[in-house]
């Protein structure tokens, strides 16, 4: 059984900074993509930011240069460092996990429980 736990969020003022942090609990083999999501009222899930195993990097025109998603390997572990932040990114923002439970297996997703960033303006 895998698990993402979901930390970090909350309320900030536009042009503020808040982080948030995403560790994969579990028998995991192997993790192919890590990455964050975000859902705002009355819109489609859209993706934010994706770490790919072997280092790249793909941001949401809307967040480059403001946003910053990292990974520590030992931990299981994503960060979305978030910086500038407008009153448009406000929305739920979950992370997700492809992964391997062993060599054989196939990559399923996994998704966190999600957390609310609320940015006042």
């Known amino acids: 059984q895998v698990q993402l736990v979901e930390s970090g969020g909350g309320l900030v003022q536009a042009g503020g900074s808040l982080s948030l942090s995403c560790a994969a609990s579990g028998s995991i083999f192997s993790i192919t993509t890590m990455g964050w999501y975000r859902q705002a009222p009355g819109k489609q899930r859209e993706l934010v930011a994706n770490l790919i195993t072997g280092g790249s990097k793909n941001y949401a025109d809307s967040v480059k240069g403001r946003f910053t998603i990292s990974r520590d390997n030992a931990k299981n572990t994503v960060y979305l460092q978030m910086n500038s932040l407008k009153p448009e990114d406000t929305a739920v923002y979950y992370c997700?996990?492809?992964?391997?439970?062993?060599?054989?297996?196939?990559?399923?997703?996994?998704w966190g429980q999600g957390t609310q960033v609320t940015v006042s303006s």
């Open positions: 997700n996990f492809n992964l391997r439970l062993s060599k054989s297996a196939n990559s399923l997703g996994y």
